[in-house]
């Protein structure tokens, strides 16, 4: 009879054609490409991936966030296919192509702005940071940016220079861009509290960086790689009233926090406020390279003509699978889904941070929620070898999950919001089972 459990393991794991295709890898692949989980896949479908082997994983991991509309959706996948019969690249540049200004349009009546806005596209998360600083340079004449402890904005020169995490990601890579400032990042789990961070930031402007000299504050509403920190509304209405007395560019990373995840389809949206620029990227076109900026109009048409660019960005490949996206989110709901899962999973994690002491803290929005894990509640010390220990667990039991945080003790939530209550019914058992047997160690 077959089971009607999605997880399902035929191999020891990794099973032994994995364990073959990693040896390969380990002989031809660059040492620092490193993989998170050592299973190799052969197919995916939706929440369920399925390795070389013949085991069957539910992943969490959603290729760090991208994977909002699951793997593999039909309606993406027919868009791709259908786009690459007709034509894969021009750049638009050159020949423009009718995809590129209808995926600006649906981006634009998604966001939260009032006035006129446009659009832009690039390929990767980090793109899309460095041109947002571009449009805000330019249209400032301001060379300064800031930005806080704990961001992750990407690898490249100046996006790695706003990140905020020294290793693995900085170290030996010096020096890196002038006029970045890092300033504390608001929480209500390790503080500073919202009023504290912006005393800091006020400070800062008199003893690092006069107000007139910074073109941009770039902020992830709800942090990332950081650990799924929710900025305090508090903190973010004050970045908004100290960037409006400056003219100030105020530039949101929704990268990882975007498209629904969160129960709306913008993070900032939690805040009520409205900001200048908004960087997009990850489960925008379901994996394939492509990211955005979009903002208001008078930033966005600011720099001079040949400024912003590249021969890849804006591939037309990937703008037809983000169209695909944007009509499974609207077609299926799954910005509702996305609060009605957060409400199934932050109940399960309060439940075992209730059963398990080294469960710090419980945060997140809609379906983006993490666990914190400490040795000791009192002083919060972090515990990162115990998030380790459980993501081994986890892999061992069918399900793939992924650490975060600036400590690395943080387990994080980035399963498909088309996942259905039986796999996630099934996904959160193994992670308690995940749980239990590392804390009994």
Request: hydrophobic share 50%; net charge negative; aromatic share 6%.
């Given at each position: 009879?077959?089971?009607s459990r999605a997880i399902q393991l035929l191999t020891e794991i990794p099973g032994p054609r994995s364990r073959e295709i990693l040896a390969r890898k380990?002989?031809?692949?660059?040492?620092?490409?490193?993989?998170?989980?050592?299973?190799?896949?052969?197919?995916?479908?939706?929440?369920?991936?399925?390795?070389?082997?013949?085991?069957?994983?539910?992943?969490?991991?959603?290729?760090?966030?991208?994977?909002?509309?699951?793997?593999?959706?039909?309606?993406?996948?027919?868009?791709?296919?259908?786009?690459?019969?007709?034509?894969?690249?021009?750049?638009?540049?050159?020949?423009?192509?009718?995809?590129?200004?209808?995926?600006?349009?649906?981006?634009?009546?998604?966001?939260?702005?009032?006035?006129?806005?446009?659009?832009?596209?690039?390929?990767?998360?980090?793109?899309?940071?460095?041109?947002?600083?571009?449009?805000?340079?330019?249209?400032?004449?301001?060379?300064?940016?800031?930005?806080?402890?704990?961001?992750?904005?990407?690898?490249?020169?100046?996006?790695?220079?706003?990140?905020?995490?020294?290793?693995?990601?900085?170290?030996?890579?010096?020096?890196?861009?002038?006029?970045?400032?890092?300033?504390?990042?608001?929480?209500?789990?390790?503080?500073?509290?919202?009023?504290?961070?912006?005393?800091?930031?006020?400070?800062?402007?008199?003893?690092?960086?006069?107000?007139?000299?910074?073109?941009?504050?770039?902020?992830?509403?709800?942090?990332?790689?950081?650990?799924?920190?929710?900025?305090p509304e508090e903190f973010m209405h004050g970045l908004r009233r100290i960037c409006d007395e400056h003219g100030i560019v105020l530039v949101v990373d929704?990268?990882?926090?975007?498209?629904?995840?969160?129960?709306?389809?913008?993070?900032?949206?939690?805040?009520?406020?409205?900001?200048?620029?908004?960087?997009?990227?990850?489960?925008?076109?379901?994996?394939?390279?492509?990211?955005?900026?979009?903002?208001?109009?008078?930033?966005?048409?600011?720099?001079?003509?040949?400024?912003?660019?590249?021969?890849?960005?804006?591939?037309?490949?990937?703008?037809?699978?983000?169209?695909?996206?944007?009509?499974?989110?609207?077609?299926?709901?799954?910005?509702?889904?996305?609060?009605?899962?957060?409400?199934?999973?932050?109940?399960?994690?309060?439940?075992?941070?209730?059963?398990?002491?080294?469960?710090?803290?419980?945060?997140?929005?809609?379906?983006?929620?993490?666990?914190?894990?400490?040795?000791?509640?009192?002083?919060?010390?972090?515990?990162?070898?115990?998030?380790?220990?459980?993501?081994?667990?986890?892999?061992?039991?069918?399900?793939?999950?992924?650490?975060?945080?600036?400590?690395?003790?943080?387990?994080?939530?980035?399963?498909?919001?088309?996942?259905?209550?039986?796999?996630?019914?099934?996904?959160?058992?193994?992670?308690?089972?995940?749980?239990?047997?590392?804390?009994?160690?």
């Open positions: 009879m077959q089971s380990q002989k031809v692949v660059a040492a620092p490409v490193t993989v998170q989980a050592p299973v190799v896949i052969a197919s995916a479908l939706g929440t369920v991936v399925t390795d070389v082997d013949g085991n069957r994983f539910l992943d969490f991991a959603g290729g760090i966030g991208c994977l909002v509309v699951g793997h593999s959706h039909p309606r993406v996948v027919e868009a791709v296919r259908e786009q690459a019969g007709l034509f894969l690249h021009t750049d638009f540049a050159v020949v423009p192509y009718e995809i590129y200004a209808t995926v600006a349009e649906r981006l634009i009546a998604a966001t939260p702005f009032t006035g006129p806005a446009k659009a832009a596209f690039f390929n990767s998360g980090a793109e899309a940071i460095e041109n947002a600083i571009k449009f805000a340079r330019l249209a400032t004449g301001r060379p300064a940016v800031i930005a806080f402890e704990g961001g992750f904005h990407g690898r490249t020169l100046l996006a790695l220079t706003m990140t905020s995490k020294a290793n693995p990601y900085k170290v030996g890579l010096g020096p890196l861009a002038p006029a970045v400032h890092h300033l504390p990042f608001a929480q209500d789990y390790r503080g500073p509290s919202g009023a504290e961070a912006l005393a800091e930031l006020e400070r800062a402007l008199l003893t690092q960086v006069a107000p007139s000299e910074v073109a941009a504050v770039v902020v992830e509403p709800i942090q990332g790689e950081g650990g799924f920190v929710p900025a929704e990268v990882q926090s975007g498209f629904g995840r969160t129960g709306a389809m913008f993070a900032i949206e939690h805040y009520g406020i409205e900001p200048d620029l908004i960087v997009v990227a990850k489960a925008l076109a379901s994996g394939l390279p492509l990211s955005g900026v979009i903002g208001k109009a008078e930033i966005m048409d600011a720099p001079h003509e040949g400024a912003i660019g590249g021969t890849y960005v804006g591939n037309p490949v990937a703008l037809a699978a983000a169209s695909a996206v944007l009509d499974v989110i609207e077609a299926e709901n799954l910005i509702d889904r996305a609060k009605a899962l957060g409400e199934t999973i932050g109940a399960r994690m309060s439940a075992w941070q209730d059963r398990f002491e080294q469960i710090g803290d419980v945060r997140g929005r809609g379906a983006m929620l993490a666990i914190e894990l400490v040795r000791d509640r009192e002083s919060k010390e972090p515990a990162p070898e115990l998030a380790t220990r459980v993501i081994e667990e986890a892999l061992q039991r069918g399900l793939l999950l992924l650490k975060a945080g600036i400590y690395s003790n943080c387990l994080r939530v980035l399963a498909p919001l088309v996942i259905g209550d039986d796999e996630l019914a099934e996904a959160l058992d193994v992670w308690e089972e995940a749980l239990a047997a590392t804390f009994a160690g």
